[in-house]
């Protein structure tokens, strides 16, 4: 199984977040091209994670990344979130999750994602799939806690905006930090991070409103 996808390295995240004070730039979407949809997913849904801090709800848009907010749709509708810890928090920059509690679900969407024009900058509260190379998109997301538009010319495609539950989202548990192993994740799931990282906080249930 090749690695599980990341989005920066701790350098450049360091950067970045010596950046905060810099002016959101307004992100105009490339020229209209065509958004098969053959899955039926709406153009607009939102997604309410029920977490162990409380309520989120992202609101997704096709029109921003189509093959990003199908996927989700996807992995809503399969159960793949539920149960998912928010395993890396990098304070000032993402919360970042979305390597499943079996890894037997993890084995089973490992299929990467073709890119998506980056038609909206990452904003705080953007939601954007992590990715470790173009192409590269399966599972992970990652919330911004800030603006990050620094991301968007590396091809990082905002899918949704948490509409309700930012504060909930700033609550959740970063004494880890980036300490849990990605890797270990996939191959052992939450059977790993319960006996070493037991006060993360997690998803109960995703659903689609």
């Not at 928090?89 to 993890?106: C, E, R, S, Y």
């Amino acid at each position: 199984m090749r690695p599980a996808g990341v989005i920066l390295s701790v350098p450049l995240a360091l950067l970045l977040a010596a950046c905060s004070t810099a002016p959101e730039a307004k992100k105009e979407p490339e020229a209209a091209k065509p958004n098969p949809n053959p899955l039926g997913v709406p153009e607009v849904y939102k997604v309410k994670l029920d977490t162990s801090k409380g309520p989120i709800v992202i609101e997704v848009h096709r029109e921003w990344a189509p093959r990003g907010a199908d996927r989700f749709w996807e992995l809503v509708k399969d159960g793949f979130y539920d149960q998912a810890r928010f395993f890396r928090i990098v304070p000032n920059f993402v919360v970042q999750f979305g390597l499943a509690a079996d890894p037997a679900k993890t084995r089973k969407w490992d299929k990467s994602l073709d890119d998506d024009p980056v038609a909206r900058t990452n904003r705080a509260g953007a939601v954007t799939y992590a990715k470790a190379g173009r192409n590269s998109r399966t599972t992970q997301v990652f919330i911004n806690l800030r603006s990050n538009q620094n991301l968007d010319d590396g091809g990082f495609a905002p899918f949704g905006q948490v509409t309700e539950g930012m504060g909930v989202v700033e609550k959740l548990y970063r004494g880890y930090g980036e300490q849990p192993e990605q890797e270990a994740i996939t191959q052992r799931g939450n059977a790993y991070l319960n006996a070493s990282f037991p006060l993360l906080d997690y998803i109960k249930t995703a659903t689609i409103l």
